[in-house]
T-cell receptor, first 116, second 114 residues
Framework: AQKVTQAQTEISVVEKEDVTLDCVYE???????LFWYKQPPSGELVFLIR??????QNEISGRYSWNFQKSTSSFNFTITASQVVDSAVYFC?????????????FGPGTRLSVLP | SQTIHQWPATLVQPVGSPLSLECTVE??????LYWYRQAAGRGLQLLFY??????ISSEVPQNLSASRPQDRQFILSSKKLLLSDSGFYLC?????????????FGNGTRLTVT
């Protein structure tokens, strides 16, 4: 089965704190792709990053960093020195290549609130 | 560059009335198209996806239907709305290949059925 779990339903932090959003996935595919999206209060989902299953190199982009560990089927997202503008719902998604990669499997999302 | 347009942004409809939400994509050809629904405070539920004109796959049995009359146009419809159809509807497009292509979402339609 293809599944994405985001165990943290809601997280609240105070501005400037670091926060990590967890993502655990299940797939029988040996090749797959992982994504993170941000949904601010306006509602539009914004693509943040993608990762291929055969590339375990971690990535840093400004205050954002992603840790992909194939051994634990996790693709966690860390925000360093959080800001109020980071408040949003964050979704992790899996794109297996089963069925020609037509389907994306989304996790339930984690609502992050950054308090001033 | 590619853009996705979805309208209307908000809609209030009475129970039993019809529904038509439209989504168009510009700047790409033969995209995969998707309709998702998000209930308040909940995750994304895939309703329909399409890999080509006239090709629609339904993920959830319900009183909604989808059509793809043109390559870059995707329409979500209902003949009679139910209260449970209220939610935030998102259209998205993606490329069939390469597989590392992400989905790109429209701004969404907030539907309230009264």
């Amino acid at each position: 089965a293809q599944k994405v779990t985001q165990a943290q339903t809601e997280i609240s932090v105070v501005e400037k704190e670091d926060v990590t959003l967890d993502c655990v996935y299940e797939t029988r595919d040996t090749t797959y792709y992982l994504f993170w999206y941000k949904q601010p209060p306006s509602g539009e989902l914004v693509f943040l990053i993608r990762r291929n299953s055969f590339d375990e190199q971690n990535e840093i982009s400004g205050r954002y960093s992603w840790n992909f560990q194939k051994s634990t089927s996790s693709f966690n997202f860390t925000i360093t020195a959080s800001q109020v503008v980071d408040s949003a719902v964050y979704f992790c998604a899996l794109r297996p290549i089963t069925d020609y990669g037509q389907n994306f499997v989304f996790g339930p999302g984690t609502r992050l609130s950054v308090l001033p | 560059s590619q853009t996705i347009h979805q309208w209307p942004a908000t809609l209030v409809q009475p129970v039993g009335s019809p529904l038509s939400l439209e989504c168009t994509v510009e700047g790409t050809s033969n995209p995969n198209l998707y309709w998702y629904r998000q209930a308040a405070g909940r995750g994304l539920q895939l309703l329909f996806y399409s890999v080509g004109i006239g090709q629609i796959s339904s993920e959830v049995p319900q009183n909604l239907s989808a059509s793809r009359p043109q390559d870059r146009q995707f329409i979500l419809s209902s003949k009679k709305l139910l209260l449970s159809d209220s939610g935030f509807y998102l259209c998205a497009w993606g490329q069939a290949i390469p597989y590392n292509s992400p989905l790109h979402f429209g701004n969404g339609t907030r539907l309230t059925v009264t």
